[in-house]
């Protein structure tokens, strides 16, 4: 299995609402990471998880809050946030420390919009 | 900061064309790595170089990375309409047991039939 999934694949909320992404690898990756890319815009790296411990928060905001539960999933948690946080949000794996290349497998992303 | 320079950011070609993208820094990475990416699709990887003056070819794709691994170029001969999507370029960046990837601004490729 060499794919990443997330879900869902669509999400609309307001701003007032929580909800929760989610992703999932089967690949036995060690490293996961959180990305957010607008359109036509290269990913801006959020948060990376290596060995189910944080180990990069790239200054995002505490309305995001990642989580870890095992070394095959990975959540977004979502709260309180503002219209300029829709876009594409991904997930990525890789094998962490691999031949030192870092090579990543993404997911197909969620689509987040914010009302 | 370590930054990629890619360019250019927006191309629109015939099919049959050639064209070339690059990708400059004035840092050294140690790969450095190519993705696409589709329309609603995550980013694919299409290739890693790591070696100074490395050559690799992918089909109609030619990619190199430079003699002193601060830059890179990546060649598509005789363009179809598939190839149409977002190229990026990305330098890994190594802080400890964790990698991270420097992401260029991307090139959006659109290829007419």
């Known amino acids: 299995d060499t794919e990443v999934t997330q879900t869902p694949k669509h999400l609309v909320m307001g701003m007032t609402n929580k909800k929760s992404l989610k992703c999932e690898q089967h690949m036995g990756h060690r490293a996961m990471y959180w990305y957010k890319q607008k359109a036509k815009k290269p990913p801006e790296l959020m948060f990376v998880y290596s060995y189910e411990k944080l180990s990069i928060n790239e200054s995002v905001p505490s309305r995001f809050s990642p989580e870890c539960p095992n070394s095959s999933l990975l959540n977004l948690h979502l709260h309180a946030l503002q219209p300029e946080d829709s876009a594409l949000y991904l997930c990525a794996s890789s094998q962490d420390r691999d031949r030192g290349l870092y090579e990543q497998f993404f997911g197909p992303g969620t689509r987040l919009t914010v009302l | ?113």
């Not at chain 2, 050639?18 to 990887?45: A, D, H, I, K, M």
């Not at chain 2, 299409?46 to 003699?67: A, M, S």
């Not at chain 2, 190594?94 to 490729?109: A, E, M």
């Open chain 2, 1 to 113: 900061t370590q930054l990629l320079e890619q360019s250019p950011q927006f191309l629109s070609i015939q099919e049959g064309e050639n064209l070339t993208v690059y990708c400059n820094s004035s840092s050294v990475f140690s790969s450095l790595q190519w993705y696409r990416q589709e329309p609603g699709e995550g980013p694919v990887l299409l290739v890693t170089v790591v070696t100074g003056g490395e050559v690799k070819k992918l089909k109609r794709l030619t990619f190199q990375f430079g003699d002193a691994r601060k830059d890179s170029s990546l060649h598509i001969t005789a363009a179809q309409p598939g190839d149409t999507g977002l190229y990026l370029c990305a330098g890994v960046v190594v802080s400890g047991n964790t990698g991270k990837l420097i992401f260029g601004q991307g090139t959006t490729l659109q290829v007419k039939p």
